[in-house]
C-alpha cells in the first residue's frame, strides 16, 4: 500500500488571527510614520502578508520576491535563485520582508543580503514562524509569529509539493502507513 500523509493542526486558524493581529501591533508602533515597503517572499507569504496588511492602518506599501530553494518534497537543495524579481526599487525605503517559516535560514539570509545590495534605509524581517533547530546560517527576526517543532509544516500558505496551501490553519505533515 502508498503511504499516506497524516495531517495534524500544529495552529488552528484562530490562534494564527491572534499571532498576526499581535504582530501587527508590533509593525504598526515602528512603522506607522514610515511609509514601509513590505516584500513578500514568495509564494508561501502571500496568506500571511494578505491578513497582516489588513490590520495595517496606515500608508504602506506592497511588492514581492520570488524565490526558489526547495526542488521536490521536504529537502532543501541548499541553491537559492531570483525567480520573480522586485518591481519597485527599495533604495532609501523602510523595507520590512514578510517570510512564512524560516528554516535553514538559507532562503531568508540570501534574500536579505540581496536586499542589502540595493541600499534600503532600513531592512527588517517578519517571520510567521522559526524552526531554529534546522538552522544552518544565522538569521534576525525582528517580528515573530511562532517558533515551531521540527517537523514538516503545511497550510496557511505552506506547501508541500505546491499542494496543502490552501488549508486555513498551520499542520504538520506525518508519513503513515
Ligand atoms: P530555508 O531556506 O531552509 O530557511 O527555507 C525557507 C523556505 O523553505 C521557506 O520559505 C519555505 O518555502 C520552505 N520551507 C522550509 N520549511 C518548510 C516547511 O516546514 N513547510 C513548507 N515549506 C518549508
Do not use: W
Not at 500608508?59 to 525567480?83: H, M, R
Not at 522559526?130 to 534576525?140: A, E, G, H, I, Y
Not at 517537523?151 to 496551501?165: A, I
Request: a neutral charge; charged letters at 25%.
Amino acid at each position: 500500500m502508498r503511504p499516506q500523509n497524516q495531517l495534524h493542526i500544529l495552529f488552528s486558524r484562530r490562534e494564527i488571527a491572534a499571532t498576526v493581529s499581535r504582530l501587527a501591533s508590533e509593525i504598526r508602533q515602528d512603522y506607522h510614520e514610515k511609509y514601509p515597503l513590505l516584500i513578500g517572499i514568495l509564494k508561501g507569504s502571500f496568506m500571511f502578508l494578505a491578513d497582516l496588511i489588513r490590520h495595517l492602518d496606515f500608508p504602506l506599501e506592497v511588492d514581492f520576491i520570488g524565490l526558489a530553494s526547495y526542488g521536490k518534497g521536504t529537502q532543501t537543495s541548499g541553491k537559492i535563485k531570483v525567480v520573480q524579481r522586485l518591481q519597485s526599487p527599495i533604495e532609501g525605503r523602510e523595507v520590512l520582508v514578510i517570510e512564512d517559516i524560516v528554516d535553514t535560514g538559507l532562503t531568508t539570509a540570501f534574500c536579505l543580503d540581496y536586499l542589502r545590495r540595493e541600499k534600503p534605509a532600513s531592512l527588517k524581517l517578519c517571520a510567521l514562524t522559526d524552526k531554529p533547530s534546522r538552522r544552518q546560517v544565522p538569521v534576525t527576526i525582528d517580528y515573530l509569529g511562532f517558533t515551531v517543532p521540527n517537523k514538516f509544516l503545511v497550510g496557511y500558505g505552506l506547501d508541500l509539493n505546491q499542494k496543502f496551501r490552501n488549508l486555513p490553519d498551520i499542520c504538520f505533515i506525518e508519513e503513515e502507513d
